[in-house]
């Protein structure tokens, strides 16, 4: 039993299992590049150093950042103070304080500290010698159910999110410009090495033509012949080695190296080896309605007006609020004793040793509030009409290109036919014109039918494998 094809079988599906991965094979998670460039090492090098890719992580780490900066609203808070006033040796006042505030969640704050107060001036309102106390301020109605610190934490957290969603759709993007310029860069490079490979065998024809004049066996005007077909050749070969040049460069937009500087793709780095076999084994499954349900469900782009609407809500909850009266209440335990002495000894409120203020705030027309809450509906419902339309915008999308991808898969079977019908016929009219069956002029128009053939077939399979890359895009999938 011969084995071997079992064992290169086995090395094309391993192999071509990793051909559209995000993730690189086992060992081969390097980013060094060697003479051999692989559409999973440009995967690993974009998103390690492009500089693209760096900006939308810091602005990720700016926005969780954000975070906590609104988290401070909900510190406590400590806040003291010394003051005296003597004026024509009559003292008039002096006080020593200490407090400490502690907000909560639910919008009541918390509040405890001592007072010494002293003077022969002191506002009857105050009270002579150390006061202790304990309070509460309590939010009756406008600023109890939801208040503007909340809220603005709430959307401090949104917008992180937003930003990791902006984040995912960047590498999104890129990834896909990046294989794009890949796969245009092997396109490149094998219509050059067709070409090459053309000119080595109008060499060898050349040589056999000479010999063949010089032996009596042709006429000399088949020398010109042969020549000419070698010279178009050999001009093609020159301006497909600078397309694949110009496309290496192309490519190299998005490689970088660790210490931030471009890299240039030498000229001698080649595409990977039997990419051709690689594409012909490889068969990725996309299956439409599984695509479109992760696309509709957990595409960047949706995601991100997800939250914009979720943004919008909250600026409704914090909007409404200024529709309600402003009542607060506020109540403390005094005690006349230092704050290590502080005991409450009645636990009735309004009974003994207490301090309480209520305080009501109403604007009488409301049009502040009534302005801002239209507003924030509006915004709402421009929000949600642009998720409407952004998931309707992915669908056609997805759909779009799922029918790129299967149209891409057929023409690309037929075309491959098609060849190899085109290179049996030259190899055929070869062995004819060896035999002196057949001419130069013969020969020459089928190589170039053959030529046009491959060169269409090598365009066919890179945009075929670039419309697997564009199928998952269109889904957001690339990350």
Request: without cysteine; positive net charge.
């Amino acid at each position: 039993m011969n084995k071997k094809p079992l064992k290169n079988k086995l090395f094309i599906f391993i192999v071509s299992i990793s051909l559209l991965s995000d993730r690189p094979l086992l060992g081969q998670t390097d980013t060094k590049l060697t003479n051999e460039l692989r559409p999973e090492q440009v995967v690993s090098i974009l998103k390690k150093y492009h500089p693209v890719l760096r900006q939308a992580a810091i602005k990720v780490e700016v926005a969780e950042n954000n975070i906590l900066n609104q988290r401070g609203s909900f510190d406590p808070r400590l806040s003291g103070g010394q003051g005296a006033k003597a004026l024509k040796n009559e003292s008039y006042y002096e006080y020593t304080e200490l407090g400490v505030e502690i907000p909560t969640w639910f919008g009541i704050d918390f509040e405890g500290g001592f007072v010494n107060q002293g003077g022969q001036r002191l506002d009857n309102s105050l009270t002579q010698g150390d006061v202790s106390y304990l309070g509460v301020t309590v939010p009756l109605l406008k600023n109890l159910i939801y208040d503007k610190r909340r809220g603005y934490l709430e959307q401090a957290k949104i917008m992180s999110r937003m930003t990791q969603h902006e984040q995912a759709n960047i590498v999104n993007n890129i990834l896909l410009d990046a294989m794009k310029a890949y796969w245009d860069w092997v396109k490149a490079y094998e219509s050059y090495r067709i070409l090459d490979e053309l000119v080595k065998n109008n060499l060898a024809r050349n040589e056999f033509v000479t010999k063949s004049i010089v032996y009596g066996e042709r006429p000399a005007i088949d020398s010109i012949e042969v020549k000419t077909q070698l010279l178009s050749f050999q001009i093609e070969k020159e301006k497909r080695w600078t397309e694949f040049l110009n496309a290496g460069n192309e490519l190299s937009v998005f490689l970088w190296l660790e210490s931030g500087t471009p890299y240039q793709i030498p000229a001698n780095v080649r595409p990977s080896e039997n990419w051709d076999i690689k594409y012909r084994s490889y068969k990725p499954n996309l299956i439409y309605e599984s695509i479109l349900e992760q696309g509709l469900s957990s595409h960047p782009e949706i995601k991100m007006y997800q939250e914009q609407v979720s943004y919008y809500r909250v600026d409704r909850k914090i909007y409404f609020q200024d529709l309600l009266p402003k009542l607060d209440f506020n109540y403390k335990f005094l005690n006349n004793a230092a704050p290590q002495n502080f005991q409450i000894n009645d636990t009735r409120l309004f009974s003994n040793n207490y301090q309480y203020s209520l305080k009501l705030d109403v604007p009488l027309r409301l049009s502040e509030g009534r302005s801002n809450v239209r507003n924030a509906k509006l915004k709402l419902n421009y929000g949600e009409l642009a998720l409407q339309q952004k998931q309707q915008d992915i669908a056609i999308k997805i759909k779009n290109y799922f029918n790129n991808y299967l149209n891409y898969e057929k023409l690309s079977e037929l075309q491959y036919e098609n060849f190899e019908n085109y290179r049996t016929m030259v190899r055929a009219e070869e062995t004819k014109f060896r035999n002196g069956e057949s001419n130069l002029f013969t020969i020459n128009a089928r190589e170039v039918k053959a030529l046009e053939a491959q060169e269409k077939l090598i365009d066919l399979k890179t945009s075929y494998l670039k419309s697997i890359y564009e199928v998952r895009w269109s889904a957001g999938l690339l990350r």
